[in-house]
């Protein structure tokens, strides 16, 4: 999978916005999931086994492990 760095964000700097639902602003309590590292709003987030992640895909393979699929 393509894993460069893409630094160019053109809504603004990482950790400044949702990457879910692309929500903008800094009264936005943004967390960062465990497992695909992106930032989230609290809109988004979803709780599973006591943690919070950007979706439940994320907590799935959080919790269950990768099976590494390629598309
Ligand atoms: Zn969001
Ligand atoms: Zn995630």
Redesign the pocket.
């Given at each position: 999978m393509p894993w460069d760095e893409e630094e160019k964000q053109p809504k603004g700097e990482k950790g400044e916005y949702?990457?879910?639902?692309?929500?903008k602003g800094k009264w936005?309590n943004l967390q960062k999931c465990p497992m695909c590292h992106k930032y989230?709003?609290?809109?988004?987030q979803y709780l599973y086994g006591g943690k919070i992640f950007c979706s439940d895909f994320c907590a799935q393979e959080f919790f269950w492990g990768a099976d590494e699929e390629d598309e």
């Open positions: 949702c990457e879910i639902c692309g929500a936005l989230f709003c609290d809109s988004c």
